[in-house]
């Protein structure tokens, strides 16, 4: 099945190249060896910002023009999925042993999988681009080829095609491939000796006018170059000062990622060592665009975390980094703009100098200290199927991994409402439906509740507020205090709202439903948003922001009656349950004297929602659940004192004050 996925992948990366315009596809590879390429014009590579490879890349692309020229789009893009494949085949091949059938058997297709879906790899095939090829060249030498003559030559070869490749020389030779080692930079040095003969006047303009490629390309200071240079650029210094500083840090990070680099090559993790090495060479790099972070990705073998809770913390931050964009990893504000824009940075520096990761020799290495899991309570309604789809964790997840979930989680629901757009016509068609549905029921109320709270100043503005508010903050609010408070609570009640909003994204697809204020001739008062001009198609600039035609169900007050049948369920207090129900009653209240939803919106909220406890509960079991067996008492058994364990059935409300748990 995996195999599948990874042919589905490839079919599908290959039809996203293929079905761009011709003058938008592969367009780095076009302007360098297409029909008016810089590879066709005669003079230098360098008198346009286009061309910001290496001389000896370019000596080596100048066969190709006229080949390409030829089958310029399926032959190259189906070569780059097939070193894509090779690299991943042998990243997979070099895991650190031991390592258990299951393991090899999946590590191939997953590899691949991740490498298709990496945003270095789908840029790299979108542009044209060669970054694939010097990443495949060292792993082959450090993994498939014999004898270190070989191995020093595809290591040279690679660093003439990226020239901070050249780190991997230190590498060989501070672990005992000395002679790899001066194989690889005499390798670099005849490649670039060669280019130099052939093309002096383009050699003399990289390597000294440009200081290795500086200042080709997009401008240093751009969101895409994701090297310390470029967020040095970024953070507003310029001139020797930024050269200096750029110097000492680069030179910092040279020493302590590849002394770490080392010590995990003569640990036996030499894939690890690779990927720091890798990476120390992105950070330290004048310029390290998108496609030229791949070695980020093979860090994901790094094993971070003495908890077997923890272990997947590493690898699923190092994958959510590498194939989504910082936009939907962080929300957009000001004051995380400075990580959001060096998001990758940031990952090949903390994989460089300061991610813990753990050698073989560690006791934790196979056997990480076991999570502590509750049995479920039997069910209530035997005839209802339990599926032991996943076990109900007694601890807290990863604040971190949390955060960042919940938000790749949220960032996609807000695409996916954006995305799930249909014509004002089918939008007004369904509003009608539903209009006359409340008229066959006598529920209506909509137009009577708008105009009547329109009448109370003071009451308009308190439902206008409330309508804006309070639809994140109560929720967001409640799942901050069970992280704390509540772990085991949490899990259950994150995973019914997510339920409930992934329901929720089918009704805004299946069946879009333009509102009240949308709905012309009604006479429906827009009090959040203002009057709406009815001659404009998309109402203005809101049409940008969300998709108007998400009513149905009605997420604002779905999740206000999440918000109030968890707060009845676990507030130890009568006061809070009472005050907890007020808040799916204010909502549904604003929702409709504000015109922005039906009565029956309010209805599929609440059907989602119950859903959402539904699947909840079917897949994981009631709240309620068994802990673990519990220390009571010691007897001694032939002089010693040792522990007896009975089994006691609690709550999850007493679990959380329990100093065990």
Known sequence: MLWLVVAALAVRQMAVVLRQPPGERL?????WIGENGVLHVTGSLYDSDRFTGTPFAGLVLKPLTRTAEQSLGVAWTFGSLLLVAALGIIAARALPGPVTRRTSLLAAPVAISLLMLSLPVRNALNLGQTSILPVLLVLLACFAVRGERASGLLIGLAAALQPTVLLFAVLLWFTGRRQAAVTGTTAFAACTALAWAAMPHDSWTYWVHHVAGAGLGDNADSLAN???????????LEGPLEIALFVVLAAAVCYLG???AVRYALDGQLLLAVA?????????????????LLWVLLAVVGRVGKRASDRLVWPAVVVLVLTLPGKMLLPNMAVVFPIRDNVLLIAALGAACVAPFLPRTSPYWQQPIPTDYAAPVAARWSRIPLLPFWRRVLSRPNLLLELLLIRVVYSAYAHVRLAATAGRATAEHHGRQIHSLEQWLHIDIEHWANHAVVQVTWLRDFFDYYYSTF????????????YVRRPADYRWVR?????????????FWLYPLAPPRLMPGLGFIDTVHGVQDFAKPDY???????????AMPSLHFGWSLWCGVVIVMLAPKMWMKALGLLHPLFTVSAIVATANHWVLDAVGGAAVVALGFGLTYVLSGPRRLQLPAVPAAAKPLDGIAVPVSVPVQRTTDDAVSSKQH
């Open 226 to 236: 994701q090297s310390l240079h470029g967020a040095l650029l970024r953070f507003g």
């Open 27 to 31: 367009t780095d590879l076009e302007t």
């Open 258 to 260: 590849l002394r770490r």
């Open 540 to 550: 203005g600039s809101l049409t940008s922001m969300t998709n108007q035609y998400a």
């Open 495 to 507: 995973s019914s709202i997510g339920f409930a909003t992934i329901l929720a994204l089918a009704g």
């Open 471 to 482: 639809h994140f903050i109560v929720p967001l609010a409640i799942l901050g205090v069970l």
């Open 276 to 292: 720091v090495t890798g990476c120390v060479a992105v950070a330290v790099s004048p310029t390290a665009w998108q496609h030229q």
